[in-house]
């Protein structure tokens, strides 16, 4: 992210297959997002069902999945592949 002034948000989210979304943050900026490697991690787990996985909203900040499943779009941002 080049403006650390910036509060960087998740404005838009779309899947795309498996358990990868691609993110369009508040920057401008669009990042795929592989969620695979935290399906065996904690609540994450509840992330390996599909339908589940599918079902997820986007808030004034991040992704979410009911109420439940957030993560820091920080954490997205910097853990995510640039979509070029």
Do not use: Q
């Amino acid at each position: 992210m080049e403006n650390n002034d910036l509060l960087l948000t998740v404005n838009n989210a779309e899947y795309v297959r498996d358990h990868i979304l691609l993110i369009h943050f508040s920057n401008g900026e669009s990042r795929f997002f592989d969620f695979t490697p935290l399906l065996t991690k904690g609540i994450c787990r509840k992330l390996k069902d599909l339908d589940y996985f599918k079902n997820f909203t986007t808030d004034p900040f991040t992704i979410d999945w009911n109420n439940e499943i957030g993560f820091a779009p920080e954490f997205l941002y910097d853990k995510g592949v640039d979509a070029i």
